[in-house]
Structure formats: C-alpha cells, structure tokens
T-cell receptor
Framework: EAGVTQSPTHLIKTRGQQATLRCSPI?????VYWYQQALGLGLQFLLW???????NRGNFPPRFSGRQFPNYSSELNVNALELEDSALYLC?????????????FGPGTRLTVL | GQQLNQSPQSMFIQEGEDVSMNCTSS?????WLWYKQDPGEGPVLLIA?????ELTSNGRLTAQFGITRKDSFLNISASIPSDVGIYFC???????????FGAGTTVTVRA
C-alpha cells in the first residue's frame, strides 16, 4: 500500500512570492493534516481537511490556506512568503476524519524562502 | 492545542543500552502515539495506545499508557545505531479532538 506522498521535495522561493505544496493521502483516508516544522523545532499544526472541508486551523495567519479535492488530495498555499516561512511542511492523513485516529505522515516538502 | 511535556530533550546513549523517555500532560488524554523522525524525513508511527495501563511492544520498543491517563512512556531496549533520530509523543486530550505533539527527544547513539 502506498503511503502519503508529497510534492515537490524541495521548493525555493523568494520573499513575497507564493508557494503551493501538494499532498496525496493513503488510499481510503479522508482526512489530511498540514504541519509546519521549523528547523530544530517540533510540529506546529496548520490545517485539517476532511471530506473537502476545512475542519480546523492552527494559529497561523490567513496567508496560509489550502483546499482538499474530491479525490482527497490536498494543496497548501502560502502567500506573500516571509523568511520565517522556511521550514519542512509535513502532510499527514488518517481514516474517517477523526483526529485521534493514527496519523500517517509523508516525507515532507522543504520550503526555503530567500 | 494541548501542551505536552516530553523529556528528556536529548540523550546520548551507548549501543546496547536500554533507554526511556516520557511525556506528561496536565489533563487527561484518550490516546497516546509515539513517532520517530529521521533527519529530513516525515515522522513514522511506532506505537499507538488507546487504554489506560495499556502496554504495547513493537520489536525493541515498548510504550505504556499511564494509569493516570496523563502520561506515557517509551522504552528502547538494546539500542543500535539506527535508533538515532527524534522521538515525538502525541496525544488527544479527553476534552478536545486535536492531536497535540511533544517537542521531541533527540537520541544519539555512541557506537
């Protein structure tokens, strides 16, 4: 069974640009979660999508947004990039949209903002 | 989300040693999960716990859901070099539905 996949692996942008990150969940999983992990830090919850709807978001500004498609894949968009947005962005998926179900992570997208 | 206190923050261990790390919360949790993250990769789920007192093993790893439901422990027996990485605890409090993560324990093995 294929795991969670993310693309691209690495992304380099300049300040002020927009970044789009993509995630495909494990087959059968309906929930997708996005986390930000700055260098040397823990995981900060960004967004939770289930059945195409945004269910919850973490303490991040509105320039962090996303969506979930009918096939349950998801996009994370970061507008007006700032230097401190440089981080590893992790996507996770789980079954049935219940957050306390086990979340399975993808390999991440390393975003570098210059 | 709920704050989880994970300790120790880091540890250097000798190959072959048994080691322990733990995670505590000020409130009751319904679920405890343990993940391991290798450098530059996503966290991998090691063990999931759903009942107070539950003790679950995965190879050389053993985790326990504390009786008070406010803590969890992860033990690694007979450490080997590939145990290097960051171990995260995660859990869902009884009064919330979001998964909260600890800050991680960085494990380095001395050969």
């Amino acid at each position: 069974e294929a795991g969670v996949t993310q693309s691209p692996t690495h992304l380099i942008k300049t300040r002020g640009q927009q970044a789009t990150l993509r995630c495909s969940p494990i087959s059968g999983h309906t929930s997708v979660y996005w986390y930000q992990q700055a260098l040397g830090l823990g995981l900060q919850f960004l967004l939770w999508y289930d059945e195409g709807e945004e269910r919850n978001r973490g303490n991040f500004p509105p320039r962090f947004s996303g969506r979930q498609f009918p096939n349950y894949s998801s996009e994370l968009n970061v507008n007006a990039l700032e230097l401190e947005d440089s981080a590893l962005y992790l996507c996770a998926s789980s079954f049935q949209g219940r957050p306390y179900n086990e979340q399975f992570f993808g390999p991440g997208t390393r975003l570098t903002v210059l | 989300g709920q704050q989880l206190n994970q300790s120790p923050q880091s540890m250097f261990i000798q190959e072959g040693e048994d080691v322990s790390m733990n995670c505590t919360s000020s409130s009751i949790f319904n679920t405890w999960l343990w993940y391991k993250q290798d450098p530059g990769e996503g966290p991998v789920l090691l063990i999931a716990l759903y009942k107070a007192g539950e003790l679950t093993s995965n190879g050389r790893l053993t985790a326990q859901f504390g009786i008070t439901r406010k803590d969890s422990f992860l033990n690694i027996s007979a450490s080997i070099p590939s145990d290097v990485g960051i171990y995260f605890c995660a859990g869902t409090p009884s009064n919330d539905y979001k998964l909260s993560f600890g800050a991680g324990t960085t494990v380095t093995v001395r050969a």
